[in-house]
Structure formats: structure tokens, C-alpha cells
């Protein structure tokens, strides 16, 4: 979901605890945390990324609030893109 002009906002409609951010600068994504790999929670935030027109490939830095797994479990997904 867009909240401003180049900042994005994702969370999970279950109510995961964590939230994650997308920063657009130019071509390329910054994200603030990268969330939970399971429950298909990923693959939601991944859509909607999409609807917003951010691609994966797009992400250049990843920044964590703190090192718990609702936060760091996705990285390995966007690390390999």
C-alpha cells in the first residue's frame, strides 16, 4: 500500500507482528524489515508489491528494526534476487 509519493507500507491482513516498508529511490527498493517466510505471508507481500509496481529484483538494501525471526525470515528471498 502506497502511504506517500515513494514509501510503501505491508501488512499482513492475519495480523503478523511485523510490518514491512519499501523505500523507493530511483529504480531501486530499500526495505525495512523483510517479515515471515511461512503461512504464505511472503507471497502475499510479494503480490502486493507487485500491484504497487515493485519488483523484487528492484530491492537494493535491507534494514532490520531487530534481529527476531517475524522480521529476518524472509531475507533469504530477497537475497537471492
Not at 3 to 25: L, S
Not at 34 to 50: C, D, P
Amino acid at each position: 500500500m502506497r502511504v506517500f509519493e515513494d514509501i510503501y507500507y505491508y501488512c499482513h491482513p492475519i495480523g503478523t507482528n511485523c510490518n514491512v516498508y519499501a523505500f523507493k529511490d530511483g529504480p531501486f527498493i530499500d526495505l525495512i524489515d523483510t517479515g515471515v517466510s511461512k503461512l504464505g505471508i511472503l507471497r502475499w507481500v510479494i503480490s502486493q508489491m507487485a500491484k504497487d509496481g515493485i519488483s523484487p529484483s528492484q530491492v537494493r538494501n535491507v534494514f532490520h528494526t531487530h534481529y527476531h525471526f517475524d522480521h529476518v525470515q524472509s531475507n533469504w528471498y530477497f537475497e537471492q534476487r
